[in-house]
């Protein structure tokens, strides 16, 4: 386990020399593999030997002391180094955990993971001690530090002071800066950013950044001012181009931009020979997109596409390692390394039957292993939310003459509201909706109208946001009061209501945000979701997308925020939010 910067102390470090003595019999042996060699990519025959959580032979000979060993005939599989995920967003409905086992069953034993919710909901002694509990699971959860909250924030400066972010940088489990969504102000001469990034650099750590549709000459600047890595090329040229400028290039595929197949084409097209400054991610995608797994679908749509085999895995392993400084721990089948190890029965065939993670296992013949929660989540009064506060009809007061206009997930414009929306109902002839927002603690209220989402539905609720505040959208004020109380029994959640009846919840009993059961209970619960928000006029791929985005002002062109309704490009509050 991680901790003071060391993985194992000195005395367990003896014993793992024992091992090779004869001293010690090793835990686990892994007889007659055939192994992927990430550093030389050659498929080898090996004997593998497993002492707890670190693997400390890898060859030809037998242990002689076997006596208390488990011993596996690998003969006909082929061992593979356990997949890490390098971009997790891991609270889209899930919890960081949920997703952890669920991605690990799938041989995703890895997953380096924003930090901002904790920022959110945590203090620093409080996240600083969830990031421990998270090192003592099988699966290997490292972080990034965040330089901003991708909002407009009441207090953003308190939350992201120098003092906070520099101690995120230094958290032995955090392993980059980023990912830089406020990079506009660095480019406009933000030195507090740019002082940010040169203690990242300074301790080591790379920088990750946001710089969708960004020129030559912006990617340029951006890489002068110490960015390392970038994951939002949208074509195979832009991928390129960022790897001829120096960049370490993620290649996403997630719910909201499945683009992997598509880059992966056009990086083949245009010669590319070579893929070892290449990763790929998964980007926080939504739960239902993660049924099949996590990295493993990548790998196999790599394979698909041509990319070579061994490439294919070390894009998902090593390359990933190698850019985060874990390569003597991590991204390998080599002695010393953790042993998170794939057992597949084909090379081409990344889906794995069983899974060693820090040498425990979490499938064996394609059997689960002890996969349940061992995070405990009340300790950091991650709870069911309570309210000491109401919403009453007199905060469905809308008179903002500018509307929200969705184009897509991702583009809301600017509209003028011409309906009527002094009325408790907005007639189903009309595309708007009502649109509030409304501070968890019940301090500020935001309303204004939205286009796009639904064109009939009564209410939709929700404590899942960017920031964890209530959003509420809907054509009808009782039908949004209805949903308001319901979200208070639940303690959070997601909650639908037509015509006076609750359609649709789903309880969200960690801190509002998240879901504390299972991966596939929540995966039925979404698509639940998405057919009825489709019945009723979402025209979209990912509504909770378009919930999480409604607030996220690193996108265009105008946002709902604590502070009120925004002009994104120009960085100007518009209408602010009323005091309640």
């Not at 082929?78 to 799938?106: D, I, T």
């Not at 990617?219 to 994951?231: D, F, N, P, V």
Request: with cysteine; glycine share 6%.
């Amino acid at each position: 386990m991680l901790q003071n910067g060391y993985y194992w102390r000195n005395r367990e470090l003896r014993e793992h020399v024992a091992v090779l003595d004869g001293k010690v019999a090793p835990t686990i042996l892994l007889k007659n593999g055939t192994y992927l060699n990430t550093y030389t990519k050659q498929w080898l025959r090996a004997n593998i030997w497993i002492f707890n959580d670190r693997i400390v032979y890898v060859g030809d000979k037998l242990p002689e002391n076997n006596i208390t060993t488990e011993v596996i005939d690998c003969e006909g599989l082929f061992l593979v180094p356990g997949y890490m995920e390098p971009h997790a967003h891991p609270y889209q409905l899930y919890n960081p955990e949920s997703l952890a086992f669920h991605a690990a069953k799938y041989g995703t034993t890895t997953l380096i993971n924003d930090n901002l919710m904790w920022n959110f909901l945590l203090d620093k002694k409080k996240a600083f001690s969830i990031l421990e509990e998270f090192n003592r699971l099988p699966i290997s959860m490292y972080w990034w530090a965040r330089f901003d909250s991708q909002t407009a924030l009441q207090d953003e400066k308190e939350l992201f002071s120098t003092e906070n972010v520099l101690s995120w940088l230094e958290h032995e489990s955090v392993l980059q800066g980023g990912e830089l969504t406020s990079w506009p102000s660095l480019l406009a001469g933000d030195d507090r950013l740019l002082y940010w990034i040169q203690e990242a650099k300074r301790l080591g750590k790379p920088m990750e950044g946001h710089l969708p549709g960004a020129s030559e000459k912006t990617l340029t600047k951006m890489k002068l001012l110490g960015i390392s890595a970038e994951h939002e090329a949208m074509t195979g040229q832009e991928a390129i181009k960022r790897l001829q400028l120096g960049y370490q290039v993620g290649l996403r595929y997630s719910s909201i931009r499945p683009d992997l197949p598509k880059l992966i084409d056009e990086i083949l097209a245009e010669n590319l020979q070579t893929f070892d400054n290449i990763t790929m991610t998964t980007d926080g995608a939504t739960p239902s997109f993660y049924e099949n797994g996590v990295m493993n679908v990548c790998i196999e749509i790599a394979i698909e596409k041509g990319i070579p085999v061994a490439d294919a895995y070390c894009m998902a392993s090593i390359n990933v390692a190698k850019h985060y400084g874990l390569h003597e721990e991590l991204g390998s089948i080599a002695p010393g390394r953790i042993a998170n190890i794939n057992f597949i029965k084909g090379k081409s065939n990344p889906h794995p039957i069983s899974v060693l993670a820090k040498g425990e296992w979490i499938l064996k013949d394609n059997e689960e292993q002890n996969t349940t929660s061992r995070i405990n989540w009340g300790k950091y009064e991650i709870e069911p939310l309570t309210f000491d506060w109401d919403l009453t009809m007199e905060d469905l007061q809308f008179s903002v003459p500018i509307g929200l206009k969705m184009v897509n997930e991702v583009i809301i414009n600017p509209y003028p509201i011409e309906t009527d929306v002094t009325l408790d109902v907005i007639s189903d002839k009309y595309d708007d909706a009502f649109l509030l927002l409304v501070d968890r603690k019940g301090k500020w209220r935001v309303n204004t109208a939205i286009r796009g989402f639904t064109n009939q539905l009564g209410a939709l609720a929700s404590s899942f946001s960017t920031t964890g505040d209530l959003v509420f959208i809907g054509k009808s004020k009782p039908d949004m009061l209805i949903a308001w109380e319901r979200i208070k029994e639940l303690g959070g959640g997601i909650v639908l209501v037509h015509q006076g009846e609750i359609i649709f919840e789903l309880p969200l009993r960690l801190a509002g945000s998240m879901f504390a059961g299972e991966m596939k209970e929540l995966m039925e619960k979404e698509k639940q979701l998405k057919s009825l928000l489709k019945e009723f006029g979402y025209r979209f791929t990912d509504p909770i997308y378009s919930i999480l985005f409604l607030s996220s002002t690193h996108l265009p062109y105008i946002r709902i925020t604590q502070q009120g309704i925004m002009d994104v490009k120009k960085r100007e509050v518009l209408f602010p939010a009323n005091m309640r």
